[in-house]
């Protein structure tokens, strides 16, 4: 039955696998819609997908453009006005939208397994672990709740948790976030699925711990043979999880083909746009800046005729790439590599993208801020209600020393609990040092709390924040808000002065004027990071600080967010604390870097100080863990085991010595790594031997120097 | 008047008028009049016959605002009809033809009868008043104590509420602790305590509603005011040196507006119940002039004869149908928030 059903769709399928073997998964000509008051929005047209089994599928794509509704397609889980209007999805080889709601049932869990993106929405908060787990088997093979529990206990091993036993009898919020999302993936191999959906099932968690999860995954694919597929925004992921990638965008796939072919010999304008907006070893904000892709995308009612991507497109041609259906077609150079793009065989795609603007580097000037000894410590009582006894330290900052010149970006970069937004709440003046010095010219500001600040000082302190939702006040205009820091500030009075000055504040930072009568909900997430820009900078400020401003962003959006960040930079010879655990953008933009870990600094130096050894241990395993886009690139691989403690009780000795490698019992973990410089500022903090850390091999190498990379 | 710039045409007449501005200028101009003419009465002297004059149009005009901006969600235009069928009622009651509601004509008359050549719909109550004109006088007492005191009691719980969210520490646990105390009495003898001891009058019910219904508001606003405060803009106005007071006003305030607003539609049903409830008991609006609450309670003891029940389910239907309206009104604004 099923090989009839594939042979007369072959000619639909423009991708068709040599072997005879029945897919696993087969999508044909899927379109889904939703139905909503505005009518009909089609949010995926005509995706076409075939999963072999054993095979890793990745789909890529930025915010909007479908890739989440493939994957609850599959599962038939639509929700009220979701519907699939056309096509077919086959699983092994049966149509699922003509199965019953007990057979989908039965398939969901012991057939196909999901995996969200966020463990703890997983998990039942009220259940304990162990019979969550159990729950899968006594549900889908009636086994008994001993035989359950026992296979539940082989599968925590499996995922390699520490300690099963442990974990069973726990509840999910007594574990960390990593361990949760362990715990998930166990529960979805529990029942052997043939196909397992992993919708970003690393976004919510730190660097390294994404890592050891991103090997696991790996490994499963291998020992289980479990087919799967893999939803990401991350392009590094998917080179470092799966065998073929389809690329998408606003509701349709735009390229399809293995790993390599599309990695190296892409062949739609969109995914090499998308290549050029990320930060990849060789891209440097002076000689190679990003080039980011111009507009946005656009809404799935709103979607031009012909080529989705045609509006931003480089190599659009009128009355050709705007008129009717565009096909995927097969490029015959790969495996099955299609294309959806009308001029596919005429675009020279070895040839340079159109390069951003080169720019001189900018010479540092004098120190503007110094960071001496600074110590933040919390003093919180145990006893919940009035004074009843017992305190204890949170050691959230241990005795930070740097310091940050004129016109120069330095980067901090840590995980979660690494102290870096309490370093940036003490600069900010919301909390005061316990000891240290954090001084901005002749002013110390470690002991002077905001409100103590006179303005000049905050004007020329300023921050840009993270979440794009967060940073602007839904309820006032985009004008008012910037109108309101100018006034703050006393840099203009005049009313008429500061409307003038918020015109220009939003020409600089790229928006049209009229954006200032806007509220900030009719503005994408760029858009309002853009607006948060402008504030910081409204104040003229010698300082600052950027945390996470891209993070939140679609790569598309952030190459050109963090490019107008380094603009103004450049202009206005500020001064930048980019706070970050990226370190692909950290390479990119910063001149130097701090590695924090705990609320201490493990390490820190100029960028190619940095990437190049002696590495700090933690240092090593942050640079093996960041996936890295380019498969030019290999890696040393550094995992790292266990989960980073609570800075509320820190390891005596090395902050790091509970999961370094390289750990010396005895020394490390009883006392202070001592501080070792190896050039002029570049300074380890660890017990290792001077010429053991200068012995280091370098974590990543680039093959040969990648071609399209412009 | 001869030259008047015409608007740009591009922006609807129904558009500008969902301004907030706008609206809440209208709102003003409907609701001014028609509480002085019910708190200060015969003080207004020769302003009295007129005063509610532009309160009518303002009245229509809000209304023909608020179906616009609700015409998605059919429990709320109900609501909001229901809720306006009687706001145009107390603004126009003195201008519509309707028999002086406090003259005795003739008793015990069914509706639907003429007597003394009067014919009466309602029939008239056990002295011989006019039901009709008594019921449609009566609802303004209870719009205007009942929105006053709602109002009030929303001043007081929001700037406690922020007070407690916002700076939190000593103030917050002073606050929350004497709101649970006022919360931990059941609210009707708290209302008879309060009316007993400062003497039943329409300000000392704001008073009383205001003391009963503040701690619940300023639990709500306190929740909302703890999650709004941790987000980014709240940190940038902190660390550009904004005081406290701007930060509670302009920067929590407008975001946790929405989740009030709901609240206060089905507060307002609570209120008016309240206000019943007490005028019922005698603690609260005083004999003669019309009022819903004190018509239930006169008529109380003749409506156990089934053939003069009407006296008081008139009355006490028309509490119902106010008090259904802002509740629907509160469903229908709950449903919206939640589409978007």
Redesign the interface.
Known sequence: MPEAATSSAATLEAVQPATGETPVLECRNLCISYFT?AGEIPAVVDFNMKLMPGEAQGIVGESGCGKSTVALAIMQYMGKNGRVVGGEILFEGRDMRTMSEEELRQIRGSKIAMVYQEPMASLNPAMTIGDQLAEVPIFHESVSKDEALSRARKMLESVRLPDPDRILSSYPHQISGGQQQRVVIAMALLSNPKLLLLDEPTTALDVTVEAGIVELIKDIAAEFGTSMIYISHNLGLILETCDRITVMYSGEAVEVGSIKDVFDAMRHPYTRGLFASIPVPGADKNSHPLVSIPGQLPLPHQRPPGCNFGPRCDFFVKDRCDVGAIPMTEIGNGDHHASRCVRVDEIDWDSTIGAGDESEPTVPGDVVLKVDGMTKHYEIEKGALFFSGEKHTVKANEKLNFDAREAETVAIVGESGCGKSTFAKVL???ETATEGSVAIGNVDLAEMP??Q?G?ET??NL??V???PF???????TVGG?IAR?IR??GAETDEKKVKARVMELLDIVKLPRDFAKRRPRQLSGGQKQRVGIA?AFAGNPSVVIADEPVSALDVSVQAAVTELLMDIQRENRTTLLFISHDLSVVRYLADRIVVMYLGQIMEQGTTDEIFSPPYHPYTEALLSAVPIADTHVKKRKVLLTGEIPSPSNPPKGCPFSTRCPYMIAGTCDTIPPPIVEFSHGHRIACHLPRDELAAMEPVIQIEKEPAHVA | MAVVTAPPPSVPLMHRLKNPKVSITIFVIAWLPLMLYVMGGSSLGVLEPFILIPAIPAVILLYAICISTFRESTIALIGTTLVFFWFLIAVTAPYLPLIDPNKPIAPFVPPFTAKNDVFFILGTDFKGRDMLSRTLWGCQRVLVWGVSATFVAYIVGTAFGLIAGYISGWWDEIISFLGNVILSFPVMVLFIVILNYLGPSGFNIVIAVTFASAPAIMRIVRGLALDVKTRDYVFAAQTRGESALWIMVVELLPNVRGPIIVDACLRLGYTTVAITTLTFLGLGLQPPDPDWGLMIKESAKTAMLFKFSYMLLIPALSVSSLILGFNLMADGLREMSMRD
């Not at chain 1, 967060?470 to 006032?476: A, F, G, I, V």
Request: charge should be positive.
């Open positions: 008051r900010m003046g919301l905001v409100d600040r303005p905050i004007s300023q921050m924040f993270q979440n967060d940073t602007l006040n839904p309820s006032h808000q820091v703050k500030f504030r």
